[in-house]
């Protein structure tokens, strides 16, 4: 199995895993912005998994399906099991924090479930907002930190990914790709 590795994008995606990894380790290290610092090469690293997975040449379609899977797991892992740790973190294990870790998990896995078996639509755009959105959504809250009085940041925390998850992965919401030359709601 390790001869999928030696593939460049599948190799790049082991990487991002392995910030994501680290960014959890950070995250149950309570170093919450360094973590999320992290997570944001992860992201990186998603981005131009794809890039070199699109322009490499002869590629395996073994190796592909193989790169596929490995994505969508990345894409799991930092995307939405990372938020999840740094809300509960956030708000100190708290029975809300619980609640919207889950309905992360539970958004994240339809998401990329939904992704995994239709793809984008013919007009190159995602039904629902990215995992990818949640780490960058992350760091903007966390440099608003300062701005915000500290006994209400948990709760914006909170409410910005119940958001997240309930309202933007599970709507009818479509986000194009960057190559998509316009959006057409179904």
Request: contains cysteine; proline residues 4%; hydrophobic residues 55%.
């Amino acid at each position: 199995m390790l001869k999928y590795l030696w593939d460049p994008a599948n190799a790049i995606t082991i990487i991002g895993l392995l910030f994501s990894s680290t960014s959890l380790f950070l995250a149950l290290s309570e170093h919450l912005e360094l973590s999320v610092a992290v997570a944001l090469w992860a992201v990186l690293s998603d981005h131009l998994d794809g890039y070199v997975a699109g322009r490499t040449k002869g590629r395996d379609p073994d190796v592909a399906k193989m790169g596929a899977s490995l994505d969508g797991f990345a894409d799991m892992v930092y995307g939405a099991v990372l938020p999840a740790v740094i809300v509960v973190k956030v708000s100190q294990a708290s029975p809300l924090a619980l609640a919207i870790a889950t309905a992360l998990l539970v958004a994240g896995a339809i998401r990329l479930s939904y992704f995994v078996n239709f793809g984008r639509s013919c007009n190159e755009c995602f039904l629902g907002v990215p995992l990818s959105y949640d780490v960058p959504l992350l760091a903007l809250v966390f440099l608003l930190k300062p701005l915000i009085p500290a006994e209400a940041f948990s709760d914006v925390v909170n409410i910005g990914f119940l958001l997240l998850a309930m309202l933007w992965r599970m709507s009818r919401l479509f986000v194009c790709h960057h190559s998509a030359q316009q959006c057409i709601r179904q």
